[in-house]
């Protein structure tokens, strides 16, 4: 049986004791620490994905995303089914529809199906990559994720107290010529409309970068959701000077615990204890039989359930275990983060971010 997320939170929301940073501990158990990915994307109701889930002690938010395809309506629909038939599991982050951005009224609009979203349970808000280096404005310019057409949406969002978890940019390997070593090299030599090297109509990873700190500095109280490390998972640095720079911004890992693997462990290691409040753990794993043209077979279930099974593992090994560890076929140093900071970067922090034990608590 689980232990109560209400119970955890309370007893791990004040600060880390520093004697606790220091030692090094004895991993804890992997089952024993709940783990919410915050970044997941499963749009089917898979019973063995639900068995996995529970006998590991996992949790997730289902991201919607994107929201310029047009498929929208159909991620909504399944995505709250599986919340009500599982609030436990897949608490929703949902997004909204950026075609009609042009018409009188979209913002409006945009806010009104936001609030009917939150009624119905849903947690956060997703802004996708696609502003920034997708979507153009009349005049045919990119437009950044700061474009003041955004600003009644985020103004609200801070109003009602909803974070917007934001894809904004890119790995800086989509601006880099492609490179074998890169872990992005799989990503970008399969998706190339992604990969924007030799390409100097698009924004820089700097723009983007710039306009989406500029969202954090006009809407102070909007709490804004990095995704993957905020795209800036080559600067360690530049993620410190930003975590310190703004106190509503956080960042989680998803796909990119195979970039923090590269770094060196201590200097990650340095990160998570000086802001054990700001990391949340995530994935980024996607199931969308949606998208598909003939749907998935029992067996392609059960290898994902299994996929995700070996992905948890592994990802904890590296923030939990101790000594050398293997990740994606690379050696490297576990963190072994103390458990204080690993219950906050596994769980406390989502819970108080998104609010979790509200929307656990509605059937
Ligand atoms: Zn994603």
Redesign the pocket.
Same mark, same amino acid.
């Given at each position: 049986m689980l232990r109560s997320p209400f119970l955890v939170s309370l007893a791990l929301f004040g600060a880390v004791p520093l004697g606790a940073l220091r030692a090094a501990e004895a991993p804890p158990a992997y089952t024993e620490i709940l783990k919410i990915d915050v &970044?997941s &994307?499963i749009f089917e109701d898979v019973p063995a994905i639900h068995a996995l889930f529970r006998r590991i002690n996992v949790r997730t938010i289902n #991201?919607c #995303?994107p929201g310029g395809d047009g498929q929208l309506a159909t991620m909504d629909r399944i995505a709250f089914e599986l919340y009500r038939a599982q609030p436990q599991l897949y608490p929703v982050t949902t997004t909204f529809d950026l075609r009609g951005r042009d018409e009188p009224g979209w913002a409006a609009r945009t806010i009104a199906w936001l609030d009917a979203a939150f009624a119905r349970g849903a947690v956060a808000v997703k802004i996708w990559k696609e502003v920034g280096i997708e979507i153009k404005n009349r005049d045919g310019k990119f437009i950044l994720p700061d474009d003041p057409l955004f600003d009644p949406i985020y103004a609200h969002l801070a109003k009602v107290g909803k974070p917007l978890h934001a &894809?904004l940019a890119e790995p800086i390997d989509a601006w880099l010529a492609l490179d074998p070593n890169s872990s992005h090299y799989g990503y970008y030599s399969q998706n190339p409309q992604w990969h924007l090297y030799g390409k100097p109509e698009y924004p820089s990873h700097a723009a983007i970068i710039a306009a989406r700190d500029n969202i954090m500095r006009k809407h102070p109280a909007l709490v804004v959701v990095g *995704?993957h490390l905020g795209s800036l998972e080559h600067d360690l640095d530049g993620i410190a000077e930003r975590l310190a720079r703004y106190p509503n911004f956080q960042i989680e890992v *998803? *796909?990119r615990t195979r970039n923090l693997t590269r770094h060196p462990s201590e200097k990650v290691r340095a990160l998570f204890l000086r802001f054990p409040d700001r990391i949340m753990y995530g994935v980024?794993a996607?199931w969308m039989p949606h998208r598909r043209d003939t749907p998935p077979t029992d067996q392609q279930r059960q290898a994902h359930a299994a996929s995700l099974e070996v992905r948890y593992r592994a990802d904890f090994d590296y923030y939990a275990g101790q000594g050398e560890t293997t990740y994606n076929g690379r050696k490297t140093e576990a963190l072994n983060l103390p458990r204080a900071v690993l219950e906050k970067f596994y769980h406390a922090n989502a819970e108080r971010i998104y609010r979790l034990d509200a929307a656990w608590s509605r059937r």
């Amino acid at each position: 049986m689980l232990r109560s997320p209400f119970l955890v939170s309370l007893a791990l929301f004040g600060a880390v004791p520093l004697g606790a940073l220091r030692a090094a501990e004895a991993p804890p158990a992997y089952t024993e620490i709940l783990k919410i990915d915050v &970044h997941s &994307h499963i749009f089917e109701d898979v019973p063995a994905i639900h068995a996995l889930f529970r006998r590991i002690n996992v949790r997730t938010i289902n #991201v919607c #995303v994107p929201g310029g395809d047009g498929q929208l309506a159909t991620m909504d629909r399944i995505a709250f089914e599986l919340y009500r038939a599982q609030p436990q599991l897949y608490p929703v982050t949902t997004t909204f529809d950026l075609r009609g951005r042009d018409e009188p009224g979209w913002a409006a609009r945009t806010i009104a199906w936001l609030d009917a979203a939150f009624a119905r349970g849903a947690v956060a808000v997703k802004i996708w990559k696609e502003v920034g280096i997708e979507i153009k404005n009349r005049d045919g310019k990119f437009i950044l994720p700061d474009d003041p057409l955004f600003d009644p949406i985020y103004a609200h969002l801070a109003k009602v107290g909803k974070p917007l978890h934001a &894809h904004l940019a890119e790995p800086i390997d989509a601006w880099l010529a492609l490179d074998p070593n890169s872990s992005h090299y799989g990503y970008y030599s399969q998706n190339p409309q992604w990969h924007l090297y030799g390409k100097p109509e698009y924004p820089s990873h700097a723009a983007i970068i710039a306009a989406r700190d500029n969202i954090m500095r006009k809407h102070p109280a909007l709490v804004v959701v990095g *995704a993957h490390l905020g795209s800036l998972e080559h600067d360690l640095d530049g993620i410190a000077e930003r975590l310190a720079r703004y106190p509503n911004f956080q960042i989680e890992v *998803a *796909a990119r615990t195979r970039n923090l693997t590269r770094h060196p462990s201590e200097k990650v290691r340095a990160l998570f204890l000086r802001f054990p409040d700001r990391i949340m753990y995530g994935v980024d794993a996607g199931w969308m039989p949606h998208r598909r043209d003939t749907p998935p077979t029992d067996q392609q279930r059960q290898a994902h359930a299994a996929s995700l099974e070996v992905r948890y593992r592994a990802d904890f090994d590296y923030y939990a275990g101790q000594g050398e560890t293997t990740y994606n076929g690379r050696k490297t140093e576990a963190l072994n983060l103390p458990r204080a900071v690993l219950e906050k970067f596994y769980h406390a922090n989502a819970e108080r971010i998104y609010r979790l034990d509200a929307a656990w608590s509605r059937r």
